[in-house]
């Protein structure tokens, strides 16, 4: 740890290889300083073989407090309750959108959904099967948003959240009209077309959305602002400094590319639990400008990084 002296040493690291993950004991994975404080486990993948597993303290309730921070209340009002239309089990999101609400005031009411069984039905050709399952999903948010529980904000996934709004529509009702007024969205590939369709078509002028991008090593990216001029482009800038994101060359993992020219993602990990001196992410993407909101880096276009895009398969949400 001599050497280490400034962010730029952390290159000096190896990259963290995620399969490392796999596997325990997890309580490998905890500082000394926190051993004895009660931790979760949180797990990744998982649809054949052994989980990607992480396990943690408080990190995930502080990234979603911060997160919190950066909702207008006009938009996500304190004290209302909230859906989350999103993955349950072992999943981290769960537990902190959950967090997220109960941070505001609310209550979180969750469907019931396992990604790795529609992922198994894909993989093998049942379409059907998985549209059955997806039916099943909405039929549960249905059910709560129909229940009177004050449920103004929610959390959703892009297939999900279309789902959602294309099945009120065909009740004759709508997300609006449902009750909700915010909605944070993230989880799949988001882009700037479906941006545009889900305002326009599917949401309307009275119900917010803003995108994020994350996942259980890195927290929470917040979404720039929505800006018209930007066609509806979405950037996102990670949670400095306890995770720091560069748009690295596909050739050089320690190069950073030009700005608007695309690379592979590459996350630092800096938190009190948890230090991970460059992972490579399984998202590319291109290196955007800073934002007078996140005065760093940000990376736009963020999809499957092209090599895995093969082996990858992108299920319910």
């Known amino acids: 740890l001599k050497e ?8 000096k690291f190896p990259s963290f290889e995620d399969e490392w993950l796999r596997g325990g004991p997890v309580q490998r994975w905890i500082p000394k300083a926190f051993v004895g404080k009660p931790h979760y486990v949180f797990e990744t993948g998982g649809t054949t073989g052994i989980p990607k597993s992480r396990v943690s303290w408080r990190d995930w309730q502080i990234d979603y407090e911060l997160f919190s921070d950066t909702l207008a209340d006009e938009n996500f009002p304190k004290g209302s309750n909230w859906l989350m239309l999103g993955p349950s ?10 967090h997220l609400a109960q941070h505001r005031g609310g209550i979180c009411f969750c469907v019931d959904l396992d990604p790795r069984w529609v992922v198994k039905l894909l ?45 009120l529509m065909d009740n004759g009702s709508s997300v609006e009209e449902a009750g909700i007024k915010g909605i944070f969205a993230g989880g799949t590939e988001f882009t700037p077309q479906w941006f545009r369709f889900c305002k326009e078509e599917l949401l309307g002028p009275n119900v917010y959305i803003t995108p994020t991008y994350g996942n259980t090593l890195m927290g929470l990216a917040c979404g720039k602002p929505f800006d018209p001029a930007d066609n509806y482009k979405i950037t996102y800038f990670a949670p400095q400094p306890r995770a ?8 050089d993992y320690n190069q950073i590319v030009p700005y608007g020219s695309t690379g592979r993602v590459k996350l630092y990990t800096l938190t009190d639990e948890l230090f991970i001196p460059g992972f490579m992410e399984r998202d590319e993407g291109e290196r955007e400008q800073p934002h007078e909101k996140y005065p760093w880096d940000g990376v736009s276009g963020t999809r499957p990084f092209h090599e895995l895009l093969k082996t990858t398969t992108v299920g319910v949400y």
């Open 244 to 251: 720091v994101v560069e748009v690295v060359d596909f050739n």
């Open 89 to 98: 089990g072992p999943r981290r999101l769960r537990l902190a959108v959950e």
């Open 123 to 167: 993989k093998k050709g049942d379409v059907q099967g998985a549209k059955a399952y997806a039916d099943h999903v909405i039929d549960q948010a249905v059910t709560v948003l129909s229940a009177n529980h004050n449920v103004q904000c929610a959390f959703a996934t892009p297939k999900l959240l279309e789902a959602l709004a294309l099945r």
């Open 4 to 11: 280490v002296n400034s962010y730029d040493d952390l290159k």
